[in-house]
């Protein structure tokens, strides 16, 4: 990103409004799924130990403080998440044949679409994988808050 100077804007990179009305670089509304606008952030499925999640100093930036010992455990691990409008709203985890999503606040439609969208494109990343890697870490599934399990890309 160093060639970006602060306010201006590529073919591929746009400047959004983050969730306290800063200015966010984001990719184009072309890669935002299929709703497409860029009034929001586009939904997106963090992998386990992801930098968004441990880069920031104030956390709070993008995991809220409630959902955070869901999302960080106590010994440093850090479940894969489900990022909306910038700030970590569930978990998933992969299945033979699907994501599933623990959502830890509920998700409209439209979210949900682009989330499905995401899913898709990473099944076919996973494909050639053991699709239960991460079974070793169902303990924590299981100790989520109660919610909706919700199965997307399939």
Do not use: K, Q
Not at 40 to 47: K, Y
Not at 82 to 102: H, K, P, Q, T
Not at 116 to 127: P, T
Request: glycine residues 10%; negative net charge; without cysteine.
């Amino acid at each position: 990103w160093g060639s970006i100077e602060a306010g201006s804007e590529t073919d591929d990179v746009v400047t959004v409004a983050g969730p306290d009305g800063t200015r966010l670089l984001d990719v184009s509304a072309r890669d935002h799924g299929p709703s497409g606008g860029t009034d929001r952030l586009p939904p997106r499925l963090l992998g386990m130990w992801d930098s968004v999640l441990l880069a920031y100093e104030d956390r709070s930036r993008v995991i809220p403080d409630e959902h955070r010992p869901h999302v960080i455990r106590r010994n440093g691990d850090v479940l894969p998440t489900v990022l909306v409008d910038g700030l970590v709203r569930g978990v998933w985890r992969a299945s033979a044949d699907a994501i599933e999503v623990r959502a830890l606040e509920p998700l409209d439609d439209a979210t949900l679409d682009d989330l499905d969208h995401e899913a898709r494109h990473l099944r076919r990343l996973l494909a050639d994988r053991e699709p239960t890697v991460f079974s070793r870490f169902g303990r924590w599934w299981d100790r989520l808050p109660d919610g909706p399990t919700i199965t997307i890309g399939s």
